[in-house]
Every structure is written in structure tokens, then in C-alpha cells.
């Protein structure tokens, strides 16, 4: 292809035994609780040491990206190809999982003949009974120890319940129409996008089939296999490839050896290699105009920075603010929305001022805090400082806040923006620096009353902006025609390719170089695939220059866009796709969807190419599809993910009526309702969508409600012990290694920690056996465990205890009685519970989405329960439920009396109907007396205020008076207009 081709423009388990504790190996079940008192104190040297073991360290930098890469609420969205605990376990079909099962059934021959004896006498009994009702056999022949089959199982129905304050009669927001994340859903891109591209299926076909036929022809990494020294010809080839090449002249896979932390790689670009710290700060934009910068920001209390990738705002700002003296009057924060952000960059800055990371420079992350009584430069997630706000409202220990990254429009970054508008009127002398790229920064000015706005310059050259004539069927493969026609027929300059995500990436790598070896006599062309979970020092390698007569190929992701820069640029091909976090009301939960990116990202991407000289910017779509079919910013991400934790944490900061807070953009009004029912369900808010005692307490932990709920719930059930430590091990990367070449040594080990009830238990039984074998890395080893994630589980572990004890949470233990935790983690995920309809798969209660059981589950191999409770759905081949525990229907009846009651013998619909019709009026009654009580208490407040001014002597703008408040504060009030507002004086000078 050639530039002709463009356009010149821009049932109640039946568990009896539990088989709790059944000891089969040495010290793995043979635990016993303990009190707190037995854990090792936190030692950061040891937490930090890596184990001489098997364990690969590519499986370190794996669980590394897993921890800080992760979203900062400890979510993850369906569909994340990045999260996948299940990455290791082979799913070509489900004929090949239950092969699986056979095996496990037969080195477990005897543990499940209940089981199968009690499924063998119901189906007996249902045989007779179809018998004894055709009339092909009489009552008498029925055995009467056979019980009627409506007696044996219990039937669960599901109630469409709703509190008052979501029956039609509440607005909760000024969006009342849903916002869709794809502007016109019939249009050319969205079709693509929905089909994908017919490459990459074909490569993932091509590569299972390759698979199951290696599976089916070798012996490798089997027992037998190993016994007779048969080895994978894969591992071989890599080993050999390790630090050279082979016959053919590939690329040597590069060594696995542990990167320095420092930052420093191989992969620093020569400029870094050979210029010092203060030499390559002084080269970067921002230094320039840095007076000019300070004196701005000394005349405004918000300053909107506005700046391109590479121009210094992250690193350069708060170091500027420290050198100006701001940090004596308190902390320079600087937020981010990353959580790897926010460490690296805090690793940098530390670098560049020559000090050690934790002291004067720290950052701040969910369960990772590297601060001290020192710390005056703290980079931190957007959502740590939206949690700190909670204990502190005006923020008191911060001078100045640098909201970096704001135009990504990150969910906890629109609540902060809200916030901040409340905050910077009380706090005349905070300092809020907006930091944006050029393509929404008037949005920010606006918002904060037209706040000025402060361009860095930047080094940008003309780029000529070419869109595809005709639509485009299959996005990658036109993606690597365009790659061959510009390095066989363009002028010397290396090339940025935008994809989707991993998988787009490395199709295109392999379609890049298979076509490439097919033409002859081809330039030298370097393929380099980047996305934000490889690891670091791979990243680092597309900063490295280019041999002589070799032109570089960068395929990369959205993290290409502002997040890094790469010099040499001269040529952008941009798919005109990005994944995109939306909430999918059917399963309840975010999926990541692949959408057409945005015109603002369009024009961003295409500025890549003018980095270092005049360059070209392919589009693979046209001119009509960019006007009409590409929104012109992106959606931001509160208007299409799930709101729950945002509500709860803004009515825990007091925000009562959600009408009322200023959203820059306000989300939907169905995604508002669908958030507080889910809280309302949970018990987090009350019939007048106010927050409970349990909702405050919930909004304390940064986690997800539902696990909230369970550390509190446990202390009733006297098991917060158990419960904290199952919580922790929810918040870690999976524990669980299998290498490939011992994986039934590892599935024998993994099954040693099976509790048949409960994948929640099997991971409480995990950390009980680390923990009696005194944290051993040794033990871990031994049995498969990534020692590293129980670390962090265990510091987990102390965070959250730190928490409960501040909230004076008194921490028991149930001892080895696993009903009770059981029946607790009912309580916190009955909302999230599914029935089984058999061949393994299960039914959603609430959605009627099927679901499937993983081989990997602990409940697997044995007989499947009736109802079962999850902790999180896993989209890969199927659609898999994850973390799961089997429960009892009366539980779910009980405790989640909202979604489900018993059905009864005779039970008919009319009588539904009159349980529901009395649900709703008695809440309509309770709803009426507390909305009665709650405005009688206002005016009694009203009238409280309205004596003290009297009695303080306050009736106009010329009667102006200080009085003594209770605290012993002075207050002065001042009257602007109608309007009185308190002012409380601040002692000490801070610089304007």
C-alpha cells in the first residue's frame, strides 16, 4: 500500500465431614491458630529478600506487575487479558478439564464415595418417582427410605425488592441518560471493533492446534516424561537462545537476571547515559520557563499546567515547589492515577535529588506506604489522597497538590476535582496545580472559575495527517501492510504502531516479521512490542538506539500516547482502538471492551510523529469515521464504570445529597441507581439512601464494599481472625506457581491445601501452614507457593489489623469451625451467588448469566454443590467464576433477604407478589417515620443556629463580631451578601 490510498487531510451442600485439616504431607494441615503475638515483626530487609528457588524471575516481575499494575480499588475488569489467575492451566475444552477431574478422582479413589452414593440414591429416587407417576409401578414398590425429591432439595426464589428512595421518586445526578462508550454503535469502527480482527483468531486457533498436537505427540513435562529424560524442545530452544543467537539469526531472548531497582537498565537512552542528573534536568522544557512558572503560581491559588509528554511536569514541578520553599509549611503532594506511577516516578525524583527513597521524597500506594516523619515531597494514587481526605477534610498537611495526568479523566480524579472545589474555599492558602495535556485543558480552566492556564513549550514539528480512503475490515492486518509499505518506501525514521492490547501486539510483531522474511533482500527492520505489563527492563529497550542502517518498529498500546516518549519517531499507524473500562449491568460488574478511541486521542497519537522532525501520521480509518463516529473526547471513566465504593466513600465524606457535589462531568443516572441498590443491598445504606453505622465502617478499609463488609461482619461470628487473613490473600497475586515443566508435581502439592468447601478456606489453609512453618521460603519452595505474594498478603494482613484495632474491632478466632467462616462469607457475597444447573456450569440467581466452575477450584473435584457464593467472574475461554465457596440456601435466605427467600411446598406466584407488596410498604413506613424524624431534627438544628446568632449579636454586614467558639478557636463571621460563612483563622505565613 502507498499513500495514494489516503486522503490528504488530517442445595445446601451436603459437606458433612468438611474434611477439615486432613493432614497428607508434612506441616501442611497440621496448624493450628495462633494468636498475633506469633508473627514475625515486619522487616523490610527480609520482606524484601528473594529466595534462592526454582521460581523464575520473569514469575517475580509477573506478580511485581500484577501488585503495583492493578487497580488502586483492588478491582479488576471482565476481560483484563493482564489478570488472569488462570494463566497456567490449559482450557482447549471442557473435555480436557474433565479428564482432568477423572485422573484427580482416581488418586483420590474413596474420598468422594459419599458422594456419589448420595447422587446415586436421588437419582434412584427421581426413577421411581416418574415410575410410580406413569403408573408402571405401584406406591408399594417404593422403598420408603427414599425420600420425595421436593423434600430433599431447597429451592431458592429471587425478589425484585427496592428501597423508597430509588421507586422513581429521586434524581441522583444531572445525567439522566446513560452515556454509551461508543458514539455511533452502527457505525464502521464500532462493527470492527465487535468482530475483532480475523488475524489474530486465526494466530489463536493456529496456536492451540499446535498445542493440543504437542500435548498429544510428547511426553515432556509429565512425570513419565521426566523419569525417562524426555525434555521440551520449547525450554530447550530458549535456553540456547538465552544471550545469543541461534543458527537462523534470531534475536537472543535477553538475560533473566533481577533488574536493579535503581532505575537504571540497559535500556537508557544514550542522552541519560551521558549526561548527569542536573544536566539532563536543566535540557528538559520545563526548566526553561521555570521562573516564570513559580511566579504564576505564587499569583493563583489553581494553576492549569499545561504540557506534552516529556516536558518535565511530573518530576520537575515538585522539586521546583520544594526549591521555593513551600514544603516548610507542609507537604507537596503529587497525585497520579497509577499506582506503578506513582513509584516510579517518587524512584526518580529521589535520584535526581540525591536522597533515599522514603525520606524527603515517599509515595503512597494501597497497602504500600514508603513515607516518613521526613517526607516532604509524596507522590501518591489519586485514590490514597481521596482516602486521606476521609479522616482529614481540608487536607491540613499538604501546601501545595499537583493532580498529575488529570486529562485521563480517572474516576477518583473527577471525585478529587469536586472535592477540591470545596476545599480550596475554606483553604485560602492551599496551592492546586492541574497538570493536562493540550487536549482538554480549557475544561479544567473552566471548571475551577477560569483558572489560567501556563503552557510549557514543547519541540514539535508539522506532521501530515493521512486517513484511510475506504473502512477498514481487519485492523492488524492492515496495520502491518501499512509498517511494510513505510519501511520498504519511506525515507529513514522509526515507526510507532497503536494497538488494543497484548494479544494485537504480538500478532502484529509475528505478521510484521513472517511478511518482512518473505520479500527479498528487505531493510533491517527491529521489532519491539511495549504494553504496560511487560517487563520494565524489556520497556527499556525500545529507548535504545538503533543500529546504523536499521529502522526501529514500536508496537505499543495506549501507554505510548502521553504516558512515555520516544525519540526517532517519524511515522505513527494508528488502529484507531483502545480497551475501555465499562460496567456491564447484565453481569454486574466492568468488563474491558475494546471501543474507538476519541479524536483528541487521534490527534494526540498523531503528534507522536512530530517528536523530532516533520513526520506522517496514518490512520486506518477515514475522514467521515473520525468526524462522525469518534466522540471528541473520551468518555470520561465515572460516567461508564460501577459507581459503589464512590458513593460510599462520598457519603462518608458527607456528601448527602449526590445533586449537590460538583462533578465535571455527572454520571449517569442508571449507574447511580444500580451503585446505591448494590449498598442498599449490602447494607450500607438505609431506606433513605443515607449511610448506615455499617456503611461508615465499611468506608474505612480501601477495598471493595463486599470485602468490607466481611472484616466487619466477622467480628458478630467471632472469626475476624480467619477472615482478615482470607481478605488478605484476596489482595495479593495468586499464591499458587506451576512451572511448566512440573506442573503435576505442583497439582499434587496444590490439592495438599484443598478445603472441599471453599476456595476461600483452601487459601486460609495456605497462610496457616506458611505461617506454623515460621514464614519459610524454603517451605514455600517446597510446596509451590510464590513466597513473595504470602509476603505481601502478610503485610496486608498487618495494615488491615492496624485499621480494625483503630476502629476498636475486637480480632477473635473460630478455631478450626470453617461453618462459621462459611456462613460469614455468605453475608458479604450473597449479592454474587449462583445455583447449579449441571455439566458444570451454574447459573447466576440475579442475572441468569452462566457461569463455569474452574478445574483449578478446590470444589471442583468433588461433588458440586447446589448454591455456591463468588469473589469475581475471570473471562478467558468461558466465562469462570473465581474464589468460590459452597453455602447454604437458608443462609442465602436469611442473609441476603433482599434477593431470595425459601420456596415453600404449594408456593405459588400471587403469593410472591403479597410478600413483595408488604416488603415494599413496610419500607415505605419505616422510610416515612425516619424522613419525619430526620426533619424534625434539621429544623431543631436550624432553630439552634438561628438563637446562637442572636445571642452572639450577628444581624448585618455592620455588626460584625468575633465570638469564642466551643473549641476554643476564634471565629469570625462574615457576611458576603445572604450569605454567612465561618472563617476560622489559620495560624503561621504560607506564600500565595
Not at 567 to 590: C, E, H, Q, R
Not at 872 to 891: M, N, Q, R
Request: a neutral charge; aromatic letters at 8%.
Amino acid at each position: 500500500m502507498d499513500d495514494n490510498e489516503y486522503t490528504g487531510y488530517k442445595p445446601k451442600p451436603r459437606y458433612g465431614d468438611s474434611r477439615r485439616g486432613q493432614s497428607r504431607s508434612d506441616n501442611v494441615s497440621s496448624w493450628r491458630p495462633r494468636g498475633r503475638g506469633d508473627e514475625t515483626p515486619r522487616n523490610r530487609s527480609q520482606r524484601d529478600a528473594t529466595p534462592v528457588d526454582m521460581q523464575e524471575e520473569p514469575d517475580d516481575y509477573a506478580l511485581d506487575r500484577d501488585w503495583y499494575a492493578g487497580d488502586d480499588g483492588g478491582g479488576h475488569a471482565l476481560g483484563d487479558e493482564f489478570y488472569n489467575p488462570f494463566g497456567s492451566y490449559d482450557e482447549s475444552s471442557w473435555e480436557n478439564a474433565l479428564q482432568e477431574t477423572s485422573s484427580r478422582a482416581q488418586r483420590t479413589t474413596g474420598r468422594f464415595d459419599a458422594h456419589r452414593e448420595q447422587r446415586q440414591r436421588d437419582n434412584e429416587a427421581w426413577e421411581m418417582n416418574r415410575m410410580v407417576t406413569s403408573g408402571v409401578a405401584q406406591r408399594r414398590d417404593w422403598a420408603a427410605d427414599f425420600d420425595d425429591e421436593d423434600t430433599m432439595r431447597v429451592h431458592l426464589l429471587t425478589h425484585e425488592l427496592r428501597p423508597p428512595f430509588l421507586e422513581g421518586k429521586t434524581i441522583f445526578t444531572r445525567q439522566q441518560e446513560p452515556v454509551s462508550a461508543i458514539r455511533d454503535p452502527q457505525g464502521h469502527m464500532a462493527v470492527a471493533s465487535k468482530k475483532g480482527s480475523k488475524v489474530v483468531k486465526e494466530a489463536r486457533q493456529q496456536r492451540e492446534r499446535q498445542r493440543q498436537a504437542q500435548q498429544a505427540t510428547s511426553m515432556a513435562g509429565t512425570m513419565l516424561g521426566k523419569v525417562m529424560g524426555v525434555r521440551d524442545e520449547d525450554d530447550d530452544a530458549d535456553n540456547a537462545l538465552i544471550g545469543g543467537e541461534d543458527q537462523g539469526g534470531r534475536k537472543a531472548r535477553p538475560s533473566l537476571k533481577p533488574k536493579d531497582d535503581t532505575g537504571k537498565s540497559g535500556g537508557a537512552s544514550s542522552f541519560s547515559q551521558t549526561k548527569s542528573l542536573r544536566e539532563q534536568r536543566e535540557f528538559l522544557p520545563a526548566f526553561s520557563v521555570r521562573e516564570d512558572l513559580l511566579r504564576v503560581i505564587r499569583e493563583n491559588q489553581v494553576v492549569i499546567v499545561v504540557g506534552e509528554t516529556g516536558s518535565g511536569k511530573t518530576t520537575q514541578l515538585t522539586q521546583y515547589l520544594y526549591e521555593e520553599g513551600y514544603g516548610q509549611y507542609g507537604m507537596i503532594g503529587c497525585t497520579q492515577p497509577r499506582r506503578v506511577a506513582a513509584m516510579s516516578v517518587a524512584k526518580r525524583v529521589a535520584e535526581e535529588m540525591e536522597v533515599p527513597l522514603g525520606s524527603t521524597v515517599g509515595y503512597s500506594i494501597r497497602f504500600e506506604d514508603y513515607t516518613s516523619k521526613e517526607t516532604v515531597i509524596k507522590y501518591l494514587t489519586d485514590g490514597i489522597l481521596l482516602r486521606e481526605s476521609m479522616a482529614d477534610s481540608q487536607l491540613e498537611k499538604y501546601s501545595c497538590i499537583i493532580m498529575d495526568e488529570a486529562h485521563e479523566r480517572a474516576l477518583n480524579t473527577d471525585i478529587l476535582l469536586g472535592l477540591f472545589k470545596k476545599i480550596l474555599q475554606r483553604r485560602r492558602d492551599l496551592k492546586l496545580i492541574v497538570t493536562s495535556a493540550t487536549m482538554n485543558s480549557k475544561r479544567f480552566s473552566d471548571f475551577f472559575g477560569g483558572a489560567p492556564e501556563f503552557f510549557i513549550p514543547g519541540r514539535t514539528f508539522p506532521v501530515d495527517i493521512m486517513f484511510h480512503k475506504s473502512p477498514v475490515e481487519d485492523y492488524v492486518d492492515q496495520a502491518v501492510q501499512q509498517v511494510l509499505s513505510i519501511h520498504v518506501s519511506q525515507d529513514s525514521g522509526d515507526i510507532l504502531v497503536f494497538m488494543t492490547g497484548q494479544e494485537d501486539i504480538e500478532v502484529t510483531c509475528e505478521l510484521v516479521q513472517k511478511r518482512l522474511d518473505a520479500l527479498n533482500d528487505p531493510p533491517k527492520l527491529s521489532i519491539l512490542p511495549i504494553y504496560s505489563q511487560m517487563p520494565a527492563d524489556l520497556q527499556a529497550k525500545i529507548f535504545d538506539r538503533a543500529a546504523p542502517g536499521v529502522r526501529k518498529c514500536i508496537v505499543a498500546t495506549n501507554i505510548a500516547e502521553t504516558s512515555l516518549t520516544v525519540d526517532g519517531i517519524k511515522y505513527v499507524v494508528d488502529a484507531g482502538f483502545s480497551k475501555l473500562k465499562v460496567y456491564n449491568p447484565k453481569i454486574g460488574m466492568d468488563t474491558l471492551q475494546i471501543t474507538p478511541i476519541s479524536q483528541a486521542n487521534a490527534s494526540q497519537r498523531a503528534g507522536r510523529a512530530g517528536r523530532t522532525g516533520p513526520g506522517k501520521a496514518y490512520h486506518l480509518f477515514t475522514e467521515k469515521s473520525f468526524k462522525e463516529e469518534l466522540y471528541l473526547q473520551t468518555i470520561p471513566e465515572i460516567q461508564r464504570t460501577n459507581l459503589a465504593n464512590t458513593v460510599l466513600q462520598l457519603k462518608a465524606l458527607g456528601v448527602k445529597d449526590l445533586l449537590d457535589f460538583d462533578f465535571m462531568d455527572p454520571p449517569p443516572q442508571d449507574t447511580m441507581t444500580t451503585s446505591m441498590y448494590d449498598l442498599w443491598a449490602l447494607g450500607a445504606l438505609d431506606n433513605l439512601g443515607d449511610l448506615t453505622e455499617l456503611g461508615r465502617k465499611m468506608s474505612m478499609f480501601p477495598m471493595e464494599p463486599s470485602l468490607s463488609k466481611l472484616l466487619i461482619t466477622s467480628i458478630e461470628y467471632g472469626c475476624s481472625e480467619e477472615m482478615i487473613t482470607i481478605v488478605s490473600m484476596l489482595s495479593v497475586p495468586n499464591v499458587f506457581y506451576r512451572p511448566k515443566e512440573r506442573q503435576e508435581e505442583a497439582d499434587v502439592q496444590r490439592e495438599k491445601f484443598w478445603v472441599h468447601e471453599s476456595d476461600h478456606l483452601t487459601f486460609l489453609q495456605v497462610y496457616s501452614a506458611w505461617k506454623a512453618n515460621r514464614f519459610s521460603d524454603g517451605w514455600c519452595t517446597k510446596h509451590f507457593l510464590h513466597s513473595k505474594s504470602l509476603r505481601k498478603a502478610k503485610e496486608v494482613r498487618e495494615q488491615l489489623v492496624d485499621i480494625m484495632n483503630s476502629q476498636k474491632m475486637e480480632l477473635t478466632s473460630c478455631g478450626t469451625d470453617w461453618d462459621i467462616i462459611r456462613k460469614c462469607i455468605c453475608s458479604g457475597y450473597y449479592h454474587q451467588a449462583a445455583k447449579y444447573r449441571g455439566s458444570g456450569e451454574y447459573i447466576n440467581l440475579r442475572t441468569n448469566v452462566a457461569v463455569q466452575l474452574h478445574p483449578t477450584s478446590s470444589l471442583y473435584a468433588s461433588h458440586p454443590p447446589d448454591y455456591l457464593v463468588y469473589h469475581e467472574l475471570i473471562l478467558t475461554t468461558k466465562v469462570y467464576v473465581s474464589t468460590v465457596t459452597a453455602v447454604d440456601p437458608h443462609w442465602l435466605a436469611d442473609l441476603g433477604g433482599v434477593f431470595y427467600s425459601i420456596k415453600e411446598k404449594g408456593y405459588s406466584v400471587s403469593q410472591k407478589k403479597m410478600i413483595e407488596t408488604e416488603f415494599n410498604r413496610k419500607m415505605e413506613i419505616e422510610a416515612k417515620i425516619a424522613e419525619d424524624k430526620k426533619r424534625a431534627e434539621e429544623e431543631e438544628q436550624r432553630s439552634g443556629e438561628k438563637r446562637w446568632l442572636e445571642d452572639a449579636g450577628v444581624g448585618s454586614a455592620s455588626n460584625k463580631k468575633s465570638v469564642r467558639s466551643g473549641g476554643g478557636e476564634d471565629r469570625k463571621i462574615v457576611q458576603r451578601g445572604a450569605v454567612r460563612k465561618v472563617v476560622r483563622k489559620k495560624g503561621g505565613f504560607r506564600p500565595y
